[in-house]
C-alpha cells in the first residue's frame, strides 16, 4: 500500500522558514518523480515543485522560485521542502505527490502570520 506522510507544518512569522518532510512507503521510491502541490484557503490547487527520481533535477512556480528548495533521500524514502522567507500568501496545506498524481498525502498546514 502506497503511503506518503507529511510533518514539519506549523505557524511561522512572515520572513521564516519551515522544512516539510514527506516520509514515503509502499512503492519503489527511488525510481519516481515527486512533487510538491498546495492548496490556499478558498482557492484551487497549486503546483509549486517537483524533483526528478534522482534528484538531479528540479523545477518550482514563478510563486516560490529562489525562496523554496526541493530535495530528496532516496535511502531514507523522504521527500523534503525547504522554505524560506516565507510570506502570508504561502500560507496553505502542502501535500506531498507521486508522480501521475495518483496518490497524496494527507496534507500538512503551513500558517504564515505575525
Known amino acids: 500500500e502506497v503511503q506518503l506522510v507529511e510533518s514539519g507544518g506549523g505557524l511561522v512569522q512572515p520572513g521564516g522558514s519551515l522544512r516539510l518532510s514527506c516520509a514515503a512507503s509502499?512503492?519503489?521510491?527511488?525510481?519516481?518523480?515527486m512533487n510538491w502541490v498546495r492548496q490556499a484557503p478558498g482557492k484551487g490547487l497549486e503546483w509549486v515543485s517537483t524533483?526528478?527520481?534522482?534528484?538531479?533535477?528540479?523545477s518550482y512556480a514563478d510563486s516560490v522560485k529562489g525562496r523554496f528548495t526541493i530535495s530528496r533521500d532516496n535511502a531514507k524514502n523522504t521527500l523534503y521542502l525547504q522554505m524560506n522567507t516565507l510570506k502570508p500568501e504561502d500560507t496553505a496545506v502542502y501535500y506531498c505527490v507521486l508522480a501521475g498524481c495518483a496518490y497524496w498525502g494527507q496534507g500538512i498546514q503551513v500558517t504564515v502570520s505575525s
Open positions: 509502499g512503492f519503489t521510491f527511488s525510481t519516481y518523480l
Open positions: 524533483i526528478n527520481s534522482d534528484g538531479v533535477r528540479a
